[in-house]
């Protein structure tokens, strides 16, 4: 017994000290948990014991052992229940996983998910067994994390591996964990096994099971990238005017936002009732929706970079619709948009890329979470979000109203996550729960984010959808909004906007542009030259070629942050990458030589291709 209380003080301490060097947070709530229990705010549920040569817990509440006093035989049925095949307890993390290889067991485990811990003493076992390089572990209950630190070591487990904790976390606080193990070692993102406690619930694996499919490579190519991005530099060349984020500023009349969201089509009669009493900004993709009901539009924002977008346009009847319009777009618009209206009255802004300095420019999700975005950076001070559902019609199912172009019917969850069309559930405005889309559920934690970080005190946003809840935005029954503020005069206001508008805006590169615009270029030019040195290099077994391509990471990885040039390369390993090292994995008889060589092959003519885009005179 004497040894067994060493051993568990040993454990503690190890434990504890690992925790507040290597993870502060977590360690931060344990003291926190035993803060509480020492001044008699909380009262302790478990006690651990010893018995028969091993440690089982026992429920104070039930008065019964949580391993029915056999812990030997329960780790012992969690060791052998995990192996190396990919035919259960997985997920998978690639797009189009290679079907030749589900029936073939890999031969090593590199990212291991446990789902619940208990005591944790099977962790310990498992980790001799598989030696996975990234171990996420998750637990809601803290208490019983805390007694898991008493019967095995994670500091010893760390010095082998990497281990993420979510440890009595909400799902903000997992959804950033879990992006972080994702994000660590995506190469070996392939199939990620996992082991789940008979009493842990399905929630968080479920939420996992949305990470993946939300992760952005999946849902905006390098292609995309690549051509996108280049854009603006295209439209400062033809002397668009660029909006200056940072000075120009709405006046201060109450304002509507409107998006696609079911919600605007069931309330258009109402809008169409009450549109004078609002300063009026939409969306692109509601104008046939309003051009139909004759609401009338003051600001058009348009967010989406890919050519499928025009739809939005060509569905109008004429574009004498909003030829009055202030057209506010991304840089990123395509150039057959932009053509079809008038020059002076459309003012860009960079989302994504910062070929502008000094006058603002953001990235985020969507065109709902970027048009909020906006509309607090104009400093509205008193904002009605309208069609901001970011949730499906809850009796059909449509992820938005009928007029929109690409309306598609959402379908229930089964064993392959679908980032667009599978169902969850979220926090409703009006109802307890609404169900969403992983798609949406992004657009919805980015909102929060926007909230939190540009709402300022004077601001007051009113959410009219029947979606999804926003945190800090209040919601506002539509029938139950009561107007105290008489016609908004149109004609004036737009004057006083379009004046605004023009005074800060720019046409043309500065001098400090110019030369920012140069060093990305001698970038380009410098990776170009590495990539041909690494391709010139010969490697002819699996393990040089297996160490060549970590390397070739870690030279894109580099500069990640600051040019897009690597946004583009780090996608396209990102895409690419697991599917790689997923048949290295297993050990097949292919030519890996032409692997290696492809892939140098395609990150040289992404980045040839990149030069010639920028490599102009502007």
Request: glycine share 2%; aromatic share 14%.
């Amino acid at each position: 017994m004497h040894n067994i209380k060493q051993y568990i003080e040993t454990n503690f301490q190890n434990n504890i000290d690992y925790l507040e060097k290597n993870h502060p947070i977590l360690f931060t709530k344990i003291s926190a948990y035993e803060n509480a229990v020492k001044n008699g705010y909380y009262n302790e549920k478990y006690e651990l014991v010893y018995e028969n040569g091993d440690f089982d817990i026992f429920i104070k509440q039930d008065q019964e052992y949580l391993y029915k006093q056999k812990p030997k035989e329960f780790v012992k049925l969690l060791t052998v229940s995990v192996d190396f095949s990919r035919k259960s307890n997985l997920f998978v993390a690639m797009k189009t996983p290679n079907q030749e290889l589900k029936s073939q067991d890999m031969k090593e485990i590199e990212k291991f998910i446990f789902f619940g811990i208990a005591n944790a003493t099977h962790i310990e076992q498992i980790d001799k067994k598989i030696s996975a390089k990234n171990y996420f572990i998750v637990e809601d209950d803290l208490e019983l994390f805390r007694l898991s630190l008493m019967c095995i070591n994670y500091a010893k487990i760390a010095k082998h591996s990497k281990l993420y904790f979510s440890i009595f976390e909400d799902e903000n606080e997992f959804q950033k964990t879990a992006i972080s193990f994702l994000e660590k070692d995506f190469f070996y993102n392939h199939y990620i096994k996992f082991l789940q406690l008979p009493s842990f619930p399905e929630k968080k694996l479920k939420f996992f099971h949305s990470y993946i499919a939300m992760q952005s490579h999946f849902n905006f190519s390098y292609t995309s990238i690549l051509e996108q991005y280049t854009q603006p530099l295209k439209r400062i060349h033809e002397g668009y005017a660029f909006a200056n984020l940072l000075k120009t500023k709405l006046p201060n009349y109450p304002t509507i936002l409107l998006a696609p969201g079911p919600s605007l089509s069931k309330h258009i009669e109402w809008l169409t009732l009450h549109q004078n009493k609002f300063l009026i900004i939409a969306l692109s993709a509601t104008l046939p929706l309003l051009e139909k009901h004759n609401i009338y539009v003051d600001i058009v924002i348009h967010y989406d970079g890919f050519e499928r977008s025009k739809k939005h346009f060509e569905m109008l009847q004429s574009y004498k619709f909003i030829q009055k319009s202030l057209l506010f777009f991304s840089a990123r618009t395509p150039v057959s948009i932009l053509k079809e209206f008038n020059k002076d009255n459309i003012f860009l802004f960079e989302n994504g890329t910062t070929y502008k300095q000094n006058i603002g420019n953001f990235s985020t999700f969507c065109a709902g979470s970027a048009g909020y975005l906006l509309t607090l950076i104009l400093e509205i001070k008193k904002l009605y979000l309208l069609g901001l559902d970011l949730a499906l019609n809850q009796e059909t199912l449509q992820t938005h109203g009928s007029s929109y172009t690409y309306t598609t019917k959402a379908t229930q969850s089964g064993s392959v996550l679908s980032f667009r069309d599978s169902i969850i559930e979220k926090k409703g405005n009006f109802q307890q729960k609404v169900k969403t889309t992983p798609n949406f559920a992004i657009s919805i934690n980015a909102i929060n984010e926007i909230t939190k970080g540009l709402k300022k005190s004077f601001q007051q946003v009113y959410n009219l959808s029947d979606g999804a809840y926003f945190q800090n935005i209040t919601p506002i029954n539509i029938n139950e909004l009561q107007f105290h503020f008489p016609n908004v005069e149109k004609r004036k206001l737009k004057k006083i906007i379009f004046k605004n508008f023009q005074k800060y805006a720019q046409k043309s590169f500065t001098l400090e542009e110019r030369k920012t615009l140069n060093c990305s270029i001698e970038f380009a030019k410098n990776m170009k030259k590495k990539l041909q040195d690494q391709l010139e290099k010969k490697c002819l077994n699996n393990e040089c070629i297996k160490k060549s391509l970590l390397n070739l990471k870690n030279l894109i990885f580099l500069n990640k942050e600051e040019q897009i040039l690597s946004l583009i390369l780090i996608n396209y390993l990102k895409t690419h990458y697991p599917e790689i090292f997923d048949k290295l994995n297993v050990n097949l008889e292919s030519d890996f030589v032409d692997y290696h060589t492809k892939t140098l092959q395609q990150l040289l003519h992404l980045t040839n291709k990149y030069i010639k885009e920028i490599n102009v005179e502007y």
